[in-house]
């Protein structure tokens, strides 16, 4: 039972959700006065009621606090699915999440800087998800598990394992992973870091391989540029259902469990930094259409109040910010305008204080929706351009990185939507006067796209200039463009590796973009560089001493 075509069409995401809670009262009671989508704590599985009993007569969709009162024998049960995230100080904060395929008690981790001398157990925070779609054979229940961890010492590998009563990581095979933390900020003997992102993964033999490829990388962090798992392949922000029937999105929140068991391997080592994109947003948890998010990441938490996914962190000499370009789009509209600008106010306040910070270089944002790109599905999205391209420019962005479109591209560095100067592969940028490079990286797994214009990449080289494509300007309005600034086009599963290079004396800071398709092959290759900074050891009359940002 799905909301009626007519009405769907006009409704907002808020408003889906609320016309689905209000056919049923009682799950709607429990939400609101319920837990996981506040983030509060609960003290374990044990707090539960029974779930059986709740959906035992169940409608056919909405939210609902898991009830449980049994819990499974905890030596039966093995943890899946951990998931790394930085907090919004990654010199101290790491956030561990993780999955159970049936209630346990007491979950917990166990964390140290040696396998052999852990800590003791840190109890787990219990985000459940219950989910009875229109047209499911049944209830799908998901136990997400979350610690966070505080006052960690910088640049320092941990060791940590999940656990439950009955499951001991200590003593159970390969159950001890690894996490390290960010470095002191403003050394000027930092060492050179790799940062990897993609968007648009999904679950496919080509999403485990670019993961693969990434943990060749050896990333620091990795940025996940929204559409994630595609739980929600239609990605319209609109109403739930297993079919798609009667204008709803087809939805199946078991996806979820795939998607995050085939990124184990690598989320369990490297903080996986999540954006949202258009197929994250799932009308069945919660007005925004992110109480399902909630459950399953921890964002760092330093956004604006009502938007999850956006928030902020400084690595090094570099600052990152995530933004929910669902707020701004003109394409698909179902949460446009839902922080009433407050996003938008967050990014300007957040880039004056990163342009403010004397040891940060370089500002990469990212974000899903592309501000600028050429390919035949999605091309650029018109609401970006206008509510923060102005800031980007204002700010000197050095870097954004959208997913989206199923394909990489990269443009030449722009200022008010215009080209500063063709910078071919393997060239060089200088972001404050040559303007602001786009990155669309949306081969990570899900699908491919194509151009309108020949693929250019390394090896295969096609300027081709002007190239016709369009813009989202309003709701439901493309208008075309002819473009000059799309650089470099491939066609096929990729990713980037971001190379990051501290100043030394006489030398600038620089940002390497190596470009890389799923089989390892090099595709594109771009270098920013900063001769500002802190870093700048010996132009600022600091050789010799060690600046240390540990309190700002
Ligand atoms: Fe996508
Ligand atoms: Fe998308």
């Known amino acids: 039972m799905g909301i009626p075509d007519r009405l769907a069409e006009r409704m907002s995401m808020a408003e889906q959700h609320e016309w689905l809670t209000a056919q049923r009262p009682s799950r709607r009671t429990l939400f609101r006065a319920g837990a996981f989508g506040a983030g509060t704590l609960l003290a374990g599985p044990s707090l539960l009621s029974s779930a059986a009993s709740a959906t035992a007569s169940a409608p056919p969709a909405g939210p609902t606090l898991v009830t449980t009162n049994a819990t499974a024998n ?14 919004a100080d990654p010199r101290r904060q790491i956030r561990i999440g993780w999955q159970v395929p049936v209630p346990v008690d007491k979950p917990f981790i166990r964390i140290g800087t040696h396998p052999s001398d852990l800590s003791g157990r840190i109890p787990a925070e219990v985000r459940p998800l219950h989910s009875v779609v229109a047209g499911a054979a049944g209830p799908v229940d998901q136990y997400y598990l979350h610690v966070a961890v505080d006052g960690l010492r910088p640049d320092t590998t941990y060791y940590y394992g999940v656990g439950h009563q009955g499951y001991e990581p200590a003593t159970a095979s390969g159950a001890i992973s690894t996490v390290h933390t960010a470095p002191r900020r403003g050394r000027w003997d930092a060492e050179p870091f790799t940062f990897t992102a993609f968007g648009d993964q999904g679950v496919s033999a080509h999403a485990l391989a670019n993961d693969g490829v990434v943990a060749r990388q050896n990333p620091v962090f990795h940025l ?16 739930v259902s297993s079919t ?17 068991g085939q990124i184990e391997a690598v989320a369990s080592r490297v903080p996986w930094m999540v954006a949202t994109g258009n197929h994250d947003m799932e009308a069945l948890y919660s007005p925004d259409g992110y109480g399902g998010q909630i459950a399953r990441w921890n964002f760092p938490g330093n956004g604006p109040r009502t938007c999850p996914s956006v928030y902020s962190f400084i690595y090094g000499n570099v600052g990152v910010i995530s933004l929910d370009a669902n707020d701004v789009s003109n394409e698909i509209p179902a949460n446009r305008g839902y922080s009433n600008g407050s996003q938008t106010a967050w990014l300007k306040s957040r880039l004056e204080f990163l342009r403010r910070q004397p040891d940060v270089d370089f500002v990469v944002v990212f974000f899903h929706h592309c501000a600028y790109s050429t390919t035949n599905a999605h091309a650029s999205e018109g609401g970006v351009r206008a509510e923060w391209v102005p800031l980007f420019d204002t700010y000197r962005v ?3 990185l959208n997913g989206h479109n199923h394909i990489y591209e990269r443009t030449d560095p722009l200022r008010g939507g215009r080209p500063g100067k063709a910078v071919p592969i393997g060239g060089t940028v200088h972001p404050d006067t040559d303007g602001t490079t786009y990155l669309a990286v949306g081969g990570g797994g899900r699908s491919l796209y194509n151009f309108p ?12 200039a002007p190239i016709t494509s369009y813009s989202w300007t309003g709701v439901g309005v493309k208008t075309p463009e002819v473009v000059a600034w799309s650089r470099v086009r491939y066609t096929g599963y990729s990713f980037v590796a971001v190379d990051v290079r501290p100043a030394r004396p006489g030398r600038p800071a620089t940002l390497t973009v190596r470009a890389i398709a ?6 594109d290759r771009v270098t920013l560089v900063r001769t500002a900074g802190l870093c700048t050891v010996g132009s600022r009359g600091v050789s010799g001493t060690r600046a240390d940002f540990d309190a700002a």
């Open 74 to 87: 905890g030596a039966s049960v093995a943890p899946f699915a951990r998931h790394l995230a930085f907090g």
């Open 453 to 464: 214009a020949a693929d250019s990449y390394a090896g295969n080289v096609n300027d081709v």
């Open 518 to 523: 799923e089989s390892g092959t090099e595709l």
């Open 398 to 400: 050095d870097l954004v």
């Open 244 to 260: 798609g029937a009667n204008g709803t999105d087809i939805y199946d929140p078991s996806v979820w469990d795939s998607y995050l």
């Open 224 to 239: 996940l540029l929204g559409d994630i798992a595609y739980a929600d392949p239609s990605g319209q922000g609109k109403p």
